[in-house]
């Protein structure tokens, strides 16, 4: 048995179109927040984006966007699909593993309960989001579920850098206009 997550084609397109490198932390949250945009107008998944990126160099591993709803799969959060992909790509499971530059995860807001724990195991060594507060859930009605209160401590304790508030306007507009299309928001039994 097996199954299979991927990106649309779309999303391939435009990762092929991305240039060699995003040398700033704008340039590459502008481009998360670009898939996350284009996911949900195109009818391919939740208005969700994260992208891996060399941190020093600003060389883009991969953008991937939501694909819960597309694949039947609730864990085909943007976060479990970029991480993933990004790992296949490079050939690890620890994107923090010795001799590999320094890997930085960018997100359209802080990640979910679950994809915390997978940004947290990854490996990855830095985390830049476009916010953190409540505005994702009020505005959208996603259930982003329970995370700990002391969350950016714990990304500090296994040495994970954090970035916040990266372009956060822009990223609060995309969930606004989610919001005004009425697409539809998946929580499992309206969670």
Same mark, same amino acid.
């Given at each position: 048995?097996?199954?299979?997550?991927?990106?649309?084609?779309?999303?391939?397109?435009?990762?092929?179109?991305?240039?060699?490198?995003?040398?700033?932390?704008?340039?590459?949250?502008?481009?998360?927040?670009?898939?996350?945009?284009?996911? &949900? @107008? $195109?009818? =391919? #998944?939740? *208005?969700?984006?994260? +992208? %891996? &990126? @060399? $941190?020093? =160099? #600003?060389? *883009?591993?991969?953008? +991937? %966007?939501?694909?819960?709803?597309?694949?039947?799969?609730?864990?085909?959060?943007?976060?479990?699909?970029?991480?993933?992909?990004?790992?296949?790509?490079?050939?690890?499971?620890?994107?923090?593993?010795?001799?590999?530059?320094?890997?930085?995860?960018?997100?359209?807001?802080?990640?979910?309960?679950?994809?915390?724990?997978?940004?947290?195991?990854?490996?990855?060594?830095?985390?830049?989001?476009?916010?953190?507060?409540?505005?994702?859930?009020?505005?959208?009605?996603?259930?982003?579920?329970?995370?700990?209160?002391?969350?950016?401590?714990?990304?500090?304790?296994?040495?994970?850098?954090?970035?916040?508030?990266?372009?956060?306007?822009?990223?609060?507009?995309?969930?606004?206009?989610?919001?005004?299309?009425?697409?539809?928001?998946?929580?499992?039994?309206?969670?």
């Amino acid at each position: 048995m097996q199954f299979t997550l991927s990106l649309p084609d779309w999303a391939v397109e435009e990762n092929n179109r991305l240039p060699e490198r995003l040398p700033t932390l704008e340039d590459r949250m502008a481009a998360v927040i670009r898939f996350s945009r284009l996911n &949900f @107008e $195109r009818g =391919t #998944g939740g *208005p969700f984006a994260a +992208g %891996v &990126f @060399e $941190r020093d =160099t #600003g060389r *883009p591993v991969v953008i +991937g %966007v939501n694909r819960v709803m597309a694949h039947n799969c609730s864990s085909a959060h943007a976060e479990v699909m970029t991480l993933s992909l990004a790992q296949q790509k490079l050939g690890t499971w620890d994107l923090g593993g010795a001799g590999l530059p320094v890997y930085q995860f960018v997100v359209n807001w802080r990640p979910c309960a679950m994809c915390f724990g997978a940004t947290l195991w990854s490996g990855i060594r830095s985390l830049v989001i476009a916010g953190s507060g409540p505005e994702l859930e009020q505005i959208t009605g996603f259930d982003e579920g329970p995370i700990h209160p002391e969350w950016d401590k714990e990304l500090a304790k296994r040495g994970i850098e954090l970035v916040n508030n990266v372009l956060t306007d822009e990223a609060v507009k995309v969930y606004r206009d989610f919001a005004a299309s009425n697409s539809f928001v998946y929580n499992a039994r309206q969670g």
